[in-house]
């Protein structure tokens, strides 16, 4: 239910795009059209400057439409890449002769996680350019911060949904209440930074949208963290990638002497238990590149407020 509200509001947004774009292309003829040599007269002047910014309404409308887009990927695609990542785990490839021809069974597999996984970092990067642009103040995303920005999401969703997948492999109903409380406690953080996302065009607030966005933002937190206002995330983020590592480390550890115990010797343990931390490390680390090499804010002056954890 929640993903068709998502998908015929996002169908709506696009439509508004469309609108938008065209009332824009139009609206800025007629401005060029009064710095001529011939300028219209004064009463149609004034009627120029009254118009709405079609403009800028554009940009709200590509940003809503890119949020949802987000919000969409990982209501799909997250539980489908933890699942393709678990069957891989309960039925994994076998190296002996006899079963090769599972190995194309296994690659398409493993592509499919792979475009998952692309999908999400995709949308996430999406949105970080497609914000940034619709802030008129603000410098707008290079293609290297593009890069490093899809890498830093990409290594640190691998490991999250990696660390998950192997987990509920050997705790099925753990994994669920661990999830659920995650999911529970990001929640109430994000309503506790009092977030301003679901507003009307004439600025009334929307208590009960605000609520469930909060809800969606809750469960893209289990994955990932993005910061929902216009304040420094350096303590936020700091914070969240210590639970985040933590909760990544203590569900291979345990995974890892659950199998050891059972005696199984299957050839994905050992790079499984390597690959989690790696992964974890490598997108902790395009994160500092990012923001201290490609960060469209770093040439600017600082920041007037202090980092919040609320």
């Known amino acids: 239910m929640c993903i068709v509200f998502i998908q015929s509001y996002s169908y709506h947004r696009y439509l508004d795009i469309v609108y938008y774009g065209l009332k824009s292309r139009k609206s800025r003829v007629q401005r060029m059209n009064i710095q001529g040599l011939y300028c219209p007269w004064p ?12 403009f800028n309404l554009l940009l709200h409308a590509e940003r809503d439409a890119s949020m949802l887009n987000l919000m969409q990927s990982f209501i799909q695609d997250a539980p489908q890449l933890v699942l393709q990542i678990y069957i891989l785990a309960v039925r994994p490839p076998s190296l002996e002769g006899e079963q090769l021809q599972r190995a194309f069974i296994v690659l398409v597999q493993v592509a499919s996680a ?33 890069i490093f920005y899809f890498l830093w999401q990409s290594c640190a969703i691998a ?16 994994v669920f ?22 507003v009307s065009e004439d600025g009334k607030k929307k208590p009960c949208a605000e609520f469930l966005f909060n809800i969606i933002m809750g469960w893209v937190y289990v994955f990932c963290v993005i910061n929902l206002k216009s304040s420094p995330g350096r303590l936020k983020y700091i914070t969240y990638y210590i639970i985040y590592g933590a909760e990544n480390i203590s569900m291979i550890v345990l995974w890892f002497f659950q199998v050891y115990s059972l005696e199984s010797r299957s050839w994905y343990i050992l790079p499984s238990i390597i690959s989690v931390p790696i992964l974890f490390f490598l997108g902790v680390t395009s994160m500092a590149i990012y923001y201290n090499v490609y960060h469209p804010d770093r040439h600017m002056p600082p920041h007037p407020s202090r980092p919040e954890l609320f």
């Open 177 to 198: 209440i661990g999830v659920g409380v995650h999911w529970a406690v990001m929640t109430l953080w994000i309503i506790l930074q009092r977030t301003l996302i679901c």
């Open 114 to 146: 792979v475009i998952s996984l692309g999908s999400l970092s995709l949308a996430l990067t999406s949105y970080q350019r497609i914000l940034r642009y619709a802030m008129l103040d603000k410098p707008n995303l290079s293609f290297g911060g593009q």
């Open 159 to 174: 490991s999250r949904v990696i660390a998950l997948a192997l987990f509920a492999t050997q705790f099925k109903l753990v």
């Open 43 to 54: 009463k149609r002047k004034k009627e120029l400057e009254q118009q709405v910014d079609y």
